[in-house]
């Protein structure tokens, strides 16, 4: 299962941590179909502004390179984007219960 993303409604375990992003920051990775949990992921470790996003990676190729580590998500030949693990249950990607 691919990672739910917007516009799909939020999973409800991952709504906390989104809350905290600014308004800015959600529209723009919204925009962008960033999944939920990605989002979450970067609230968690406290990027909640435009100028936090600015700052976490110095050059988009280390931003490609270095986000799917570091955010827990990766991309199949597809391009899809999934969790890292094959969870019988993952709220991020809403299998299971
Ligand atoms: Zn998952």
């Given at each position: 299962?691919a990672?739910v993303?917007p516009?799909a409604e939020?999973p409800?375990?991952l709504a906390d941590?989104?809350?905290?992003?600014?308004?800015?920051v959600?529209t723009l990775?919204?925009?962008?179909s960033?999944p939920?949990?990605?989002?979450?992921?970067?609230a968690?470790?406290g990027?909640v502004?435009?100028?936090?996003?600015?700052?976490?990676?110095d050059?988009a190729?280390t931003?490609?390179?270095a986000?799917?580590?570091?955010?827990?998500?990766?991309r199949n030949a597809?391009?899809?984007i999934?969790?890292?693990?094959?969870l019988?249950?993952?709220?991020a990607?809403?299998?299971?219960?």
């Open positions: 299962m990672l993303l516009p939020i409800a375990g941590d989104v809350g905290k992003l600014h308004q800015s959600r990775l919204t925009h962008k960033i939920w949990q990605v989002m979450a992921k970067l968690q470790d990027y502004t435009m100028e936090d996003l600015a700052d976490r990676w050059t190729e931003a490609r390179t986000a799917p580590a570091e955010l827990e998500f990766t597809t391009g899809e999934h969790c890292h693990e094959n019988p249950v993952c709220q990607c809403q299998v299971g219960s």
